[in-house]
C-alpha cells in the first residue's frame, strides 16, 4: 500500500504526526498504540516491506486464549510512527490523543494470504496471536488470541514508553491546545448556561476503561464568565452568584476572557470534607458572615473557551486544557482530580475516610447536556439522597411548628410516600420551613400510596393522615438514612437540608 494513503489524509504543518518515509528494517518492529479518536480503539501495526502494516482494533486487544476481536485494516504507517506518542490536534483526521501501549518485536511463525501468525515479545505483552482476513470482504480480519501469554501484564493503562496515563498524555501537551490555531478549529458558540451532563447510579463498579474522581457533598455549579461578568447557576438554571461572591472574584481572575465551566460548589468541614448539611445556610447568602465556613469551586469540565465550544473533544482533552487554565495551589478554585488505580481499592479509601462516593467517567465521553446516557456513572458509599416534601405532621412535645416531614419520590406521574423525617432541624429551620408551607398548603394528600397497610411501623395510617398538612410536592430536601426498609420505607432518616437545584419531578427512587 505504501505511505500514498496516509499522506493525503494528513496536513503536516497541523498535525505533530511524522510523515515518515518507506524503507529501513528494524528486526520486526511492532507497536500497539491506544487512541482516544471519535471512538476508543488500539492500533496494532507489524512492520513489513518498510512500512507499519495497521489494524484498527475497536474492542481492544485480545488478551485470553481463543479470544477474537474485529481488526479493521487501515493505511499502512511510516516506521517512525512506532514512537509517536501525543496529541492530534482538533480538525486533524484522526484528532484525539495517542499512546504507545506496548512495543517490542515479533517472530513470524506462518505467513499464507489472509492468515498470519506472529509471537510478539513486548514491554508487556509475551505471546502468540492470529490475524484471519474475513471472507469477502479487504479490510475487515480477525485478531485472536492463539496462545496463553510467557509473563503477566504489567503497566494495562500505561505508555510503554513514558509510563504516562492517557489523561497525562494530555496534560503533558496542554499548552499545545492553547494556541488560537487548534482553538480557532473548534466550532464556535456563545458562551452560555448548558443543561448539566448527569451521572448514571451504579451499585457496583463496570469494567472497561473509566477513569474516576471523588463524589462530591455540595451544589453542581456551571460558572459562564464573559469578560469581568461571571453567572454561577444550579442545574436547574437557578442563578447562585449572589451567593458565593468569593468564588465570583476568583473566577474573575481567571487568564481567559471567556469560559463556561461545569464542577461543584462545596463547604469544608474541619477535616477539609465537603458537607452538604454546612452548605444549607449560606446558599441563599442568608447565614451569618462571621460563622461562614470555607468554600471551593471543584473543577471537573471546560466546556467553551474564548468562545469555542470543547464540547465535542474527549474527555481527556477538555480536561488537559481546564487543568492547565487553573491556578495551582488555589484554595478557592480546585482541579477535581481523577485517579487512575483500582478502582475497588479507590472505593476501599472513599469508604474508610467516610466520602461520598465516586464518579466515574468514560475517558473518551463527549459532553452531553442534559443527558444521562452511562457515559458517566456515580456510585455512593453513604445512603443520602433527594426526596419531595408531600407534607408534615403536627409538632409533639416541646416542638414548635411541625414534628416530621412526609416526603416521597416520583415513579412515573405517581408521588410515593417513602418516610416521615424527624431529625436533623436546627429551631430556625423548623421556622422557615413551616413559614413557606403555609403559602403551599393543599387539601388533599399528594401521596398515591397513602394510608398505609395496617401494621406498617414507617407508615401513615388514615387516622394520622387526618392530623397531617399537606403541600404541594415542589420542594425537595436532600435526606441521610441507614437503608431502605423490606417494605419501601427510610430506615433513620436525616433531614439535611433544601435542594433548590433540582426539580421534584426529576426525583426518584435511586
Given at each position: 500500500?505504501?505511505?500514498k494513503?496516509?499522506?493525503?489524509?494528513?496536513?503536516?504543518e497541523?498535525?505533530?504526526?511524522?510523515?515518515?518515509k518507506t524503507?529501513?528494517d528494524s528486526g520486526?518492529?511492532?507497536v500497539?498504540?491506544?487512541?482516544?479518536?471519535?471512538?476508543?480503539?488500539?492500533?496494532?501495526?507489524?512492520?513489513?516491506d518498510?512500512?507499519?502494516?495497521?489494524w484498527?482494533?475497536?474492542?481492544g486487544?485480545?488478551?485470553?486464549?481463543?479470544?477474537?476481536?474485529?481488526?479493521?485494516?487501515v493505511e499502512?504507517?511510516?516506521?517512525?510512527?512506532a514512537n509517536f506518542?501525543?496529541?492530534?490536534?482538533?480538525?486533524?483526521?484522526?484528532a484525539?490523543?495517542?499512546?504507545?501501549?506496548?512495543?517490542?518485536t515479533?517472530?513470524?511463525?506462518?505467513?499464507?494470504?489472509?492468515?498470519?501468525r506472529i509471537?510478539?515479545?513486548?514491554?508487556k505483552l509475551?505471546?502468540?496471536?492470529?490475524?484471519?482476513?474475513m471472507k469477502?470482504?479487504?479490510?475487515?480480519?480477525?485478531l485472536?488470541?492463539s496462545?496463553?501469554?510467557?509473563?503477566?501484564?504489567?503497566?494495562?493503562?500505561?505508555?510503554a514508553?513514558t509510563?504516562?496515563?492517557m489523561e497525562?498524555?494530555a496534560a503533558?501537551?496542554?499548552?499545545?491546545?492553547?494556541?488560537?490555531?487548534?482553538?480557532?478549529?473548534?466550532p464556535?458558540?456563545?458562551?452560555?448556561?448548558v443543561?448539566?451532563?448527569?451521572?448514571?447510579?451504579?451499585?457496583?463498579?463496570?469494567?472497561?476503561k473509566?477513569?474516576?474522581?471523588i463524589?462530591?457533598?455540595?451544589?453542581r455549579v456551571?460558572?459562564?464568565?464573559?469578560?469581568?461578568?461571571?453567572?454561577?447557576?444550579?442545574r436547574?438554571?437557578?442563578?447562585?452568584?449572589?451567593?458565593f461572591?468569593?468564588?465570583?472574584?476568583?473566577?474573575?481572575?481567571?487568564?481567559?476572557?471567556?469560559?463556561?465551566?461545569d464542577?461543584?460548589i462545596v463547604?469544608l468541614d474541619?477535616n477539609?470534607?465537603?458537607?452538604?448539611?454546612?452548605?444549607q445556610p449560606?446558599?441563599?447568602?442568608?447565614?451569618?458572615?462571621?460563622?461562614?465556613?470555607?468554600?471551593?469551586?471543584?473543577f471537573?469540565?471546560?466546556l467553551?473557551l474564548e468562545?469555542?465550544?470543547?464540547?465535542?473533544?474527549?474527555?481527556?482533552?477538555?480536561?488537559a486544557?481546564l487543568?492547565?487554565l487553573?491556578?495551582a495551589?488555589?484554595a478557592?478554585?480546585?482541579y477535581?482530580a481523577?485517579?487512575?488505580?483500582s478502582?475497588?481499592?479507590?472505593?476501599?479509601?472513599?469508604?474508610?475516610?467516610?466520602l461520598?462516593?465516586?464518579v466515574?467517567k468514560r475517558?473518551?465521553?463527549?459532553?452531553e447536556?442534559g443527558?444521562?446516557?452511562?457515559?458517566?456513572?456515580?456510585?455512593k458509599?453513604?445512603?443520602e439522597?433527594?426526596?419531595?416534601?408531600?407534607?408534615?405532621?403536627?409538632p409533639?412535645?416541646?416542638?414548635?411548628?411541625?414534628?416530621?416531614?412526609?416526603?416521597?419520590?416520583y415513579?412515573?406521574?405517581?408521588?410515593?410516600?417513602?418516610s416521615k423525617?424527624?431529625s436533623g432541624f436546627?429551631d430556625a429551620?423548623l421556622?422557615?420551613?413551616?413559614?413557606?408551607?403555609?403559602?403551599?398548603?393543599?387539601?388533599?394528600c399528594?401521596?398515591?400510596?397513602?394510608?398505609?397497610?395496617r401494621?406498617?411501623?414507617?407508615?401513615?395510617?388514615?387516622?394520622?393522615?387526618k392530623?397531617?398538612?399537606?403541600v404541594?410536592?415542589?420542594?425537595?430536601c436532600?435526606?441521610?438514612?441507614?437503608e431502605?426498609?423490606?417494605?419501601?420505607?427510610?430506615r433513620?432518616?436525616v433531614?439535611l437540608?433544601?435542594?433548590?437545584?433540582?426539580?421534584?419531578?426529576?426525583?426518584?427512587?435511586?
Open positions: 500500500m505504501g505511505l494513503a496516509y499522506k493525503a489524509k494528513r496536513d503536516f497541523r498535525s505533530p504526526e511524522p510523515a515518515g524503507g529501513g520486526r518492529l511492532f500497539i498504540q491506544k487512541h482516544a479518536a471519535s471512538r476508543w480503539h488500539y492500533d496494532f501495526r507489524l512492520e513489513m518498510g512500512v507499519l502494516k495497521s484498527a482494533v475497536p474492542k486487544i485480545p488478551l485470553q486464549k481463543a479470544d477474537r476481536r474485529l481488526a479493521v485494516e499502512d504507517h511510516p516506521l517512525d510512527y506518542e501525543g496529541i492530534i490536534p482538533p480538525g486533524n483526521y484522526g484525539g490523543t495517542v499512546m504507545v501501549w506496548d512495543t517490542g515479533y517472530e513470524l511463525l506462518e505467513h499464507k494470504p489472509g492468515h498470519l509471537a510478539l515479545h513486548g514491554r509475551e505471546g502468540q496471536w492470529t490475524l484471519v482476513q469477502n470482504t479487504e479490510k475487515d480480519w480477525l485472536i488470541k496462545a496463553a501469554d510467557a509473563k503477566p501484564i504489567r503497566g494495562v493503562d500505561e505508555s514508553l509510563s504516562r496515563s497525562q498524555i503533558d501537551r496542554g499548552d499545545f491546545w492553547h494556541s488560537h490555531h487548534e482553538l480557532n478549529d473548534l464556535r458558540a456563545v458562551p452560555r448556561f443543561e448539566p451532563m448527569k451521572a448514571k447510579p451504579v451499585t457496583a463498579l463496570p469494567k472497561g473509566w477513569v474516576y474522581e463524589k462530591f457533598d455540595g451544589i456551571l460558572a459562564v464568565k464573559r469578560g469581568d461578568a461571571v453567572q454561577l447557576y444550579s436547574n438554571e437557578r442563578s447562585l452568584t449572589g451567593s461572591p468569593e468564588i465570583v472574584a476568583a473566577l474573575g481572575r481567571l487568564p481567559c476572557a471567556e469560559a463556561v465551566f464542577g461543584e463547604a474541619e477539609g470534607r465537603s458537607s452538604f448539611q454546612l452548605m449560606f446558599i441563599h447568602g442568608r447565614g451569618p458572615r462571621t460563622d461562614r465556613p470555607p468554600m471551593a469551586y471543584y471537573f469540565d471546560l467553551n468562545g469555542r465550544d470543547l464540547a465535542g473533544l474527549p474527555l481527556v482533552n477538555r480536561r486544557v487543568e492547565k487553573l491556578p495551589g488555589d478557592l478554585l480546585r477535581s481523577s485517579f487512575q488505580k478502582p475497588a481499592a479507590l472505593l476501599k479509601e472513599i469508604k474508610r475516610l467516610g461520598e462516593g465516586l466515574g475517558p473518551d465521553s463527549r459532553y447536556p443527558k444521562r446516557s452511562g457515559q458517566w456513572i456515580k456510585i458509599c453513604t445512603n439522597q433527594e426526596f419531595v416534601i408531600g407534607g408534615y405532621t403536627p409533639q412535645g416541646t416542638r414548635q411548628h411541625f414534628g416530621s416531614l412526609v416526603v416521597g419520590y415513579e412515573g406521574d405517581r408521588l410515593l410516600y417513602a423525617v424527624g436546627a429551620t421556622a422557615s420551613l413551616y413559614r413557606q408551607f403555609q403559602t403551599s398548603r393543599v387539601p388533599a399528594p401521596f398515591a400510596n397513602l394510608p398505609s397497610r401494621g406498617d411501623p414507617h407508615g401513615i395510617s388514615a387516622a394520622e393522615m392530623r397531617c398538612g399537606w404541594t410536592p415542589e420542594q425537595v436532600q435526606v441521610r438514612f441507614t431502605w426498609t423490606d417494605d419501601g420505607h427510610l433513620h432518616p433531614f437540608g433544601l435542594r433548590a437545584d433540582k426539580a421534584a419531578r426529576e426525583v426518584g427512587r435511586e
